[in-house]
């Protein structure tokens, strides 16, 4: 397999989807791992690490009061690291809920993100010198707006791609059909990153829709497709890596499958166990990104128990002095949620923030 065979149309569309390492670290295709370097490899397992680490930080911050809720990225590292690294300064990403570790690889501060879902609006606020929206709640609302982003870029010959990231939920919203019809007609350089995680709280993919894929949902649009192992952090960051230069030098949208699995539950007031069993989601476990890597890079030479022990240590160490930061930062005032939507408040917003304030 090739490189350019990663991207299929609707004369191609793969058998299996695309994957270099199989659940048990064996190479898939040996001439695509090459792509990527050693050092490379064992950057992907570390930031994998890094944010497993952070996002149970994340659930304990909720459980102890210290959070407001929280969806956790478990199962869906190598979505987020091979998304996140894959893209370039240039490009703009435009997340959904889950992107805790797609967000930080892309240079916003984990600190943001813990802040946000603590309710501080500041959470919000990204460096100047990164193109990332805020985080989006609507179920596929942001679709139209990366669209939009894509489109604006290419009437203004600016550089750069857009990658937006949604579930497998989101592809049943009109935004989501919306978007991809003026992308496809448009021509804009847009990837559509869905990190399809098996579940849109408890509505299980199979009666999400009856297309076989959401792979195949691109074809309606003249939008081409690409179905990636989403467990498989090589695989998505080659993906990834095609999509955007697809998108880049041809202004051809893609969108991208990355078949995964949520191994937590939806968020923090979720309980997965009311509508899945023990058995399917102990099978998924086997099949998890951060194990696969570990076992090739291990047989490989690359890493070893001594190495994993001062890793974990440094994480744990690092998202401490992380979280200790926000919680120090997270006081709230309230008056926030109007003053902070827009660089000035509307009519509409002024008058409910004047009531607000004299209760
Ligand atoms: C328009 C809209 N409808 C409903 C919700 C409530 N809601 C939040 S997340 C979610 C499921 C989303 O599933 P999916 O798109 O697969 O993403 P995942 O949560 O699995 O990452 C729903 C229905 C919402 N936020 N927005």
Redesign the pocket.
């Known amino acids: 397999m090739e490189i350019t065979e990663i991207l299929v149309d609707q004369n191609g569309f793969p058998a299996e989807m695309f994957q270099v390492l199989d659940p048990e670290g064996n190479v898939v295709h040996q001439n695509l791992l090459d792509l990527v370097s050693k050092e490379q490899l064992v950057d992907f397992y570390k930031w994998m690490v890094k944010i497993r680490i952070a996002d149970r930080r994340a659930i304990n911050l909720q459980r102890t009061g210290q959070m407001g809720t929280y969806?956790s990225v478990y199962g869906q590292e190598a979505c987020q690291v091979g998304s996140g690294l894959g893209l370039e300064k240039e490009d703009w990403l435009v997340p959904?809920?889950?992107e805790t570790g797609t967000m930080w690889c892309f240079g916003v501060p984990l600190y943001q993100t813990l802040l946000y879902w603590m309710g501080n609006e500041t959470g919000s606020k990204m460096p100047e010198d990164v193109n990332c929206l805020p985080i989006a709640?609507?179920?596929?609302?942001h679709l139209p707006h990366a669209m939009g982003i894509a489109w604006a870029n290419k009437r203004q010959n600016k550089p750069g791609a857009v990658l937006c990231s949604?579930?497998?939920?989101?592809?049943s919203?009109g935004d989501f059909h919306a978007a991809l019809n003026f992308a496809g007609q448009i021509q804009t350089a847009n990837v559509f990153f869905c990190?399809?995680?098996g579940?849109?709280?408890s509505?299980p993919r199979s009666i999400?829709t009856a297309a076989k894929s959401i792979a195949q949902k691109a074809f309606a649009y003249g939008v081409k497709a690409i179905q990636v192992d989403g467990n498989d952090v090589v695989a998505v960051y080659l993906a990834v890596k095609q999509a955007l230069k697809e998108a880049k030098e041809n202004l051809t949208p893609v969108l991208i499958e990355a078949v995964t699995y949520?191994l937590g539950d939806?968020t923090t007031v979720d309980n997965s166990k009311l509508y899945r069993a023990d058995d399917e989601v102990t099978e998924m476990q086997r099949r998890e990104p951060i194990a696969r890597l570990k076992k090739y890079i291990e047989a490989t030479g690359l890493w070893d128990e001594a190495k994993e022990a001062q890793l974990l240590e440094e994480c744990k160490k690092g998202v401490d002095e992380i979280a200790e930061k926000a919680l120090t930062h997270a006081k709230l005032d309230p008056k926030n949620m109007f003053t902070m939507m827009y660089a000035e408040m509307t009519p509409a917003l002024q008058k409910q923030h004047d009531e607000f304030l004299k209760q």
């Open positions: 969806p959904t809920f889950r709640i609507t179920v596929g609302g949604f579930g497998d939920g989101a592809t919203e990190q399809n995680n579940f849109a709280i509505t999400q949520r939806h």
